[in-house]
């Protein structure tokens, strides 16, 4: 069965920190992107960060940029979503997602392969 679960979800207050995880089961990250998305109450869903596994390229929405930083540990199967100066406009559930694709593709992000069930994330001012 293929699987992405997230983990590391939580509350922190603005100006903390937190550490997002997605773990991939029955695939492996070669030959796939590994995109973190989130999506607020009342707004639309937005991609994050993306990490490639094909030739190690990362990208950043401009809203996160020098604050989020993606890695990827390949022997284990699994991305890291480090976020630090978080703002309480972070406040969102996160999803991990993959998709079959050489490098990261470019927005909107069409056609994911495999989504994770999300992990919340509550950043109070």
């Known amino acids: 069965e293929v699987q992405l679960v997230e983990s590391g979800g939580g509350s922190v207050q603005a100006g903390g920190s937190l550490r997002l995880s997605c773990a991939a089961s029955?695939?492996?990250?070669?030959?796939?992107?590994i995109l973190w998305f989130r999506q607020a109450p009342g707004k639309e869903r937005e991609g994050v960060s993306c990490?490639?596994?094909?030739?190690?390229?990362?990208g950043y929405a401009d809203s996160v940029k020098g604050r989020f930083t993606i890695s990827s540990d390949n022997a284990k199967n699994t991305v890291t979503l480090e976020m630090n100066s978080l703002k309480p406009g972070d406040t969102a559930v996160y999803y991990c997602?993959?998709?079959?694709?050489?490098?990261?593709?470019?927005?909107?992000?069409?056609?994911?392969?495999?989504w994770g069930k999300g992990t919340l994330v509550t950043v109070s001012s």
């Open positions: 029955g695939f492996t990250f070669d030959n796939y992107a």
């Open positions: 997602a993959a998709i079959k694709f050489l490098g990261c593709p470019v927005p909107p992000y069409y056609g994911m392969d495999y």
């Open positions: 990490i490639s596994r094909s030739d190690g390229s990362t």
